[in-house]
């Protein structure tokens, strides 16, 4: 049997080596931005708390991995936040996201919705039956989806998203969020991992404006 060349044996060898590198780093940009984190609770006086429960296609996604939980005031009862680490394929396909959440329970009644790049990548899979909302404004189709169950109360999404709100988002620009609400469950997460608290800080505001919206509108559609 002939032998393989020095040069194609070390090729495998140096796309390992590569990997093991590229896992080094995520695993110590990880533990940095958790350790960011942890300052920044303690700073704001903010406790560490169980991972909250409830389920969201982000939360549900495959391998998710939450980092330590900090309690934020956002909702009727707090929230949570937290880093959260998900991967989306499999094989040498799978690809593995971080991600920052603020995460709240709010009984507000309200159908299940998400808010989503439009051009996004590497985003958990919804339940089957979502479609998309079509809102009446250009600026928001262009760089956002607003999807729901088919079965859900169009009008009531649309009274949610009134003009007010849709300014506040298409104002947000890239720093918008994606937001998930789900049978209860509101997670309002970044598009990319956070990592200092003035972006924390972003994130907690975003998220208490848009679960006041989901409570107001959600109770006045109860009423």
């Known amino acids: 049997m002939?032998?393989?060349?020095?040069?194609?044996?070390?090729?495998?060898?140096?796309?390992?080596?590569?990997?093991?590198?590229?896992?080094?780093?995520?695993?110590?940009?990880?533990?940095?931005?958790?350790?960011?984190?942890?300052?920044?609770?303690?700073?704001?006086?903010?406790v560490p708390v169980p991972e909250p429960d409830g389920s969201t296609p982000t939360l549900a996604a495959d391998n998710g991995r939450a980092g330590p939980c900090f309690a934020v005031p956002v909702g009727e009862r707090g929230g949570a936040l937290f880093a959260f680490t998900y991967t989306v394929g499999s094989g040498r396909d799978q690809v593995t996201v971080d991600t920052t959440i603020v995460q709240a329970a709010l009984a507000a009644g309200f159908p299940?919705?998400?808010?989503?790049?439009?051009?996004?990548?590497?985003?958990?899979?919804?339940?089957?039956?979502?479609?998309?909302?079509?809102?009446?404004?250009?600026?928001?189709?262009?760089?956002?989806?607003?999807?729901?169950?088919?079965?859900?109360?169009?009008?009531?999404?649309?009274?949610?998203?009134?003009?007010?709100?849709?300014?506040?988002?298409?104002?947000?620009?890239?720093?918008?969020?994606i937001v998930e609400y789900q049978m209860g469950t509101l997670v309002v997460r970044s598009t990319v991992p956070l990592s200092d608290g003035d972006e924390y800080d972003m994130l907690v505001g975003q998220a208490a404006r848009i679960a006041?919206?989901?409570?107001?509108?959600?109770?006045?559609?109860?009423?």
């Open 112 to 177: 299940h919705f998400r808010v989503l790049p439009r051009h996004g990548r590497n985003l958990p899979i919804g339940p089957g039956d979502e479609h998309e909302v079509e809102l009446e404004s250009i600026e928001f189709q262009r760089d956002h989806r607003l999807v729901a169950g088919r079965d859900g109360d169009r009008d009531a999404l649309l009274r949610l998203f009134d003009p007010e709100t849709i300014v506040w988002w298409i104002d947000l620009g890239s720093l918008a969020p």
């Open 2 to 46: 002939t032998p393989f060349p020095v040069p194609q044996l070390l090729i495998p060898l140096a796309f390992a080596g590569f990997a093991a590198y590229r896992g080094y780093l995520r695993l110590q940009g990880r533990e940095d931005r958790e350790n960011a984190l942890e300052t920044w609770a303690a700073q704001n006086g903010y």
């Open 212 to 223: 006041g919206r989901v409570l107001a509108e959600g109770l006045l559609h109860r009423a």
